[in-house]
């Protein structure tokens, strides 16, 4: 064909599409003017109600009509919206040699729950599935390298997804707003995640990020409210401005990385979180170096076991924890840092070891205890080590050593002190 009138189709009320055959472009512009609304498709081939155009499925005839779909094998690539907004589409076998599908063409398909992905995909473009609010779970195949910005976003149903170990970033909002995840594994080869990928992810409350990491972008986790700890990886190179905004049930993020400029931007957009330096993470004990810098879930700990890999308890370790009535300190010991246990509400008992020799500012004020003995290898004292701890009952300090009273702060409780050999 190469030419056609005016209004060739004019009054055809119930026309949903043209099928072009061949390549004309200007009677698919001549078409697409006069007949507004319907669809004018290029192609080069008919299989059934799957109209291909270069091994490409552009279009389906009467696609709102079916609930299942069979992809025929002759398909390479599916193409853009071919599939958008097929409301009873339930389920689709995507068979193996499609490479690539394309922009938005699943998007709010809401009633798709089961779809079968080849091993022969390599590229899942932006929007691909967006909206597909019956889509529970997915396994997509090591063979994909990239997956587009907001290619799952808005699947609220998506509880569980396996992400291929090829790809290398995750794109902007990928995951947003798909709030029945509840968990995710990074591949080890993802280096970047960008802006908003994991948005109001309501109910992720944990995710590892492995040590390729190098970027994250602004707000990627915000509004994942069930977020309760983070651990940034060392290979991190940048993060972006408010990435865990509106995240309330988030307590502390736990920096493996030497950048000061990251703690700093940390500190600065989330002001009510503990941002903690640390190298290294054993069991719930955070460290830096041979110090004991943090303790995962540590506002919820009544007792604790510091361990004896450790050699100093770092500034404000167990500042604020309320809850906390008993800890045990090795004999590894020789440094407690300033606040180390300030505040420390319900702490009424502990035991000091022979081998500390440096007791930091304020290391137990405002605490409950109500017997203090002071090991005789304590050399450095800081301020108001004791103050406020209106509890107090006992304060042994080893002879020769009364000059500690006016660090200790404890002047009103003078007639407490007991001095041994």
Do not use: W
């Not at 192609?43 to 696609?63: C, G, M, N, T, W």
């Not at 409350?205 to 972008?217: E, H, K, V, W």
């Not at 004999?331 to 840092?337: M, Q, S, Y």
């Amino acid at each position: 064909m190469t030419f056609v009138g005016d209004q060739i189709f004019s009054d055809c009320t119930n026309l949903q599409s043209i099928i072009l055959l061949g390549d004309n472009v200007a009677i698919k512009e001549k078409l697409t003017y006069d007949h507004v609304g319907v669809d004018v498709v290029d192609a080069d081939k008919i299989i059934d109600q799957y109209v291909l155009k270069d091994e490409e499925l552009v279009y389906v005839i009467d696609r709102t009509a079916y609930t299942t779909i069979n992809i025929p094998a002759e398909v390479t690539s599916i193409g853009e919206e071919v599939f958008s907004n097929c409301s009873d589409l339930t389920s689709i076998i995507i068979p193996n040699g499609v490479r690539n599908i394309g922009k938005s063409a699943f998007s709010e398909c809401v009633s798709l729950s089961t779809i079968i992905i080849p091993k022969s995909l390599v590229c899942i473009e932006e929007t691909a599935f967006y909206g597909c609010v019956s889509i529970d779970s997915l396994n997509i195949p090591n063979s994909v390298r990239l997956m587009g910005a907001g290619c799952f976003a808005g699947c609220r149903a998506l509880s569980s997804i396996t992400l291929s170990e090829g790809i290398s970033q995750i794109e902007e909002k990928t995951f947003s707003g798909c709030s029945s995840l509840s968990s995710i594994t990074i591949p080890a080869n993802v280096r970047l995640i960008h802006a908003r990928a994991f948005e109001d992810c309501v109910i992720l409350d944990s995710l590892a990020l492995p040590d390729s990491i190098n970027y994250i972008g602004d707000a990627v986790f915000e509004g994942c409210s069930s977020l309760s700890m983070m651990v940034l990886p060392r290979s991190l190179k940048y993060v972006g401005d408010y990435i865990f905004s509106n995240c309330n049930n988030l307590r502390y993020l736990i920096l493996l990385c030497e950048s000061g400029s990251i703690y700093e931007k940390l500190c600065y957009h989330h002001p009510d979180l503990d941002v903690v330096v640390a190298d290294q993470i054993i069991d719930q004990y955070v460290l830096k170096g041979s110090a004991l810098v943090y303790v995962l879930n540590k506002y919820a700990l009544t007792s604790l076991v510091v361990p004896s890999v450790v050699d100093a308890i770092g500034p404000n370790t167990f500042a604020n924890c309320h809850l906390l009535e008993s800890v045990l300190i090795p004999k590894t010991i020789t440094t407690i840092g300033d606040n180390a246990f300030y505040n420390c509400k319900a702490l009424r008992s502990i035991i000091i070891p022979d081998g500390v020799a440096h007791i930091g500012v304020k290391a137990f004020a405002s605490s409950a205890l109500e017997s203090i003995t002071l090991p005789k290898s304590v050399k450095i004292l800081g301020e108001n080590i004791f103050i406020d701890c209106n509890n107090l009952q006992e304060i042994k300090i080893p002879k020769g050593k009364s000059g500690y009273y006016n660090k200790l702060g404890l002047k009103k409780y003078k007639k407490l002190y007991q001095v041994y050999k």
